[in-house]
């Protein structure tokens, strides 16, 4: 069943446009594994069960009978090769009888005594490429997959592996605005612009042609370079200490009043024009300046 569903997949990257052959071709490269390991272990299921009949035989046998020494030998070396634990514990059991040096003629498959079926299905060479490409075609048999190899397998490549896959059934990211096939850029035709708009007099002029026209670059002129003109350092001024002392405003010492013999004041004291008595008093200077500041 699960080599079916692996089948059914490799049928719909090959019905894809464009084909994925590429990773079908990696995808029928496995198939072809699994069946072959299938196929060996039907065949080493068959040699046990003919061990099993066989054991009364081999127990009393102090030598390898000769029409079981293909099958004990395929078994002792097929254990490293298989997920079977059980197989290692018979590898064990047959080195104890026959000795080592048995063990060793098995596993280097000394005057070719293995199962060459066997050892050709768990085999650690990938399978040929001819053998890939055959799977493909009969994959495409069976669910109606209409599909030519784009690449097909040359006769002098036949019995080598499958080459590695180079990315041409890869299609290119939409996005890039490449083209699949020339690999082209197409960025004015995705952004939708068609061109500056024509001009009918640069169509005469160009004689009928293709309609199209050029258009002339601006002359290029060097411009002479001028350095900056760099200003002249100011030179520090000098703050004088006169310009923020305050100006001393001349305050004159309070008279001595003058009394007439009686003991009262002069009454005749000369008034200014402000109303206030002109007697160069402290109190009367004091009230010519809240004058002013009204």
């Not at 085999?123 to 493909?136: E, H, I």
């Not at 996005?175 to 952004?191: F, K, Y």
Request: charged share 25%; proline share 7%; hydrophobic share 35%.
């Amino acid at each position: 069943a699960l080599v079916k569903q692996q089948m059914r997949d490799v049928a719909v990257m090959l019905n894809e446009d464009p084909p994925k052959e590429e990773k079908a071709k990696i995808r029928a490269e496995a198939i072809i594994r699994e069946e072959h390991a299938i196929e060996a272990y039907e065949i080493l299921m068959l040699e046990c069960e003919l061990l099993s009949e066989r054991i009364k035989l081999i127990q009393v046998s102090k030598e390898c009978p000769p029409d079981l020494l293909s099958c004990i030998s395929t078994v002792m070396w097929a254990c490293d090769r298989v997920d079977i634990p059980e197989l290692v514990l018979i590898r064990k059991q047959f080195r104890a009888k026959y000795g080592k040096e048995f063990e060793e003629r098995a596993l280097n498959n000394v005057g070719g005594v293995l199962n060459e079926r066997v050892v050709s299905r768990l085999s650690v060479q990938p399978p040929a490429a001819y053998l890939v490409q055959t799977y493909l075609e009969r994959i495409c048999e069976k669910f109606e997959v209409s599909w030519k190899p784009k690449v097909p397998v040359e006769a002098s490549e036949m019995a080598e592996p499958m080459a590695a896959p180079v990315g041409y059934s890869v299609q290119v990211a939409s996005a890039s605005g490449l083209n699949v096939t020339t690999g082209q850029a197409h960025t004015d035709t995705e952004a939708g612009y068609n061109g500056p708009p024509k001009d009918n007099d640069d169509d005469n002029n160009s004689g009928g042609g293709d309609g199209g026209f050029s258009i002339p670059s601006a002359p290029v002129v060097a411009t002479p370079y001028v350095p900056t003109p760099v200003a002249a350092p100011m030179a520090p001024v000098e703050s004088k200490q006169e310009d923020f002392e305050e100006v001393d405003i001349f305050i004159p010492a309070i008279p001595a009043s003058s009394k007439k013999d009686d003991g009262s004041s002069d009454a005749g004291t000369n008034r200014g024009s402000s109303g206030v008595a002109d007697d160069g008093s402290y109190a009367n200077l004091a009230a010519r300046f809240d004058k002013l500041n009204k």
